[in-house]
């Protein structure tokens, strides 16, 4: 989660981009520059589309859509305790039966390009940028066996990452320091650590 959470705030904050899936939806929920669009055909449709492609049978590609939407709802409802259906998770809900690909693919483009969708406030960006480093630090943390429930991570500023919380051992803070500077894109760190207090765990 950590590691995909990263990139889809990395890649957002360069500006131009799609991300196809990956919870965007909910990840970049609160950036007014990202444009939302749900591109939704009949499950009819969605067979035909996919025994054409795969040369499989009609069963069996209900079967593997049936399994695929069920998989990405779980996902994403158990991540973010939020249904992938709602519809005010969207900007704009696309049928491609009624509209065709060709046309849809025009009026997302032509919708990506307005006014409205490019007024991104550097607020934003930076946000994105923050979040991005802030994950990637806690997925670096997590290969190791650093207690993540007892550190907390904030970027403070561009490249200034903040570690607080306790840790068992000074040895702790020394390698939670080696890790976290190591992360591409950190310049400092400040720690704001104590040791945990005797007879914990």
Known sequence: MDLMEALVYEVSRRGDGIVIGHCSPMLLRDFGCALHVRIHSPLATRIRNLTDRQGISSETAEKLIRKSDHERSGFFKFNFHMDLNDSSLYDLIIN?????????????????????????????????????????????????NVDLKIIHIDVIEPGVARISGMVLSPDDQTRITEIVESVAGVSSVQLQIVPLPQGYG
């Open 96 to 144: 491609t039966e009624k509209i065709g690909t060709n046309t849809a693919v025009q009026f997302i483009v032509d919708l990506a390009a307005s006014d409205e969708i490019k007024a991104c406030s550097l607020t934003a960006l930076e946000t994105m940028e923050r979040l991005a480093l802030e994950k990637k630090i806690h997925a670096e943390l997590m290969k190791t």
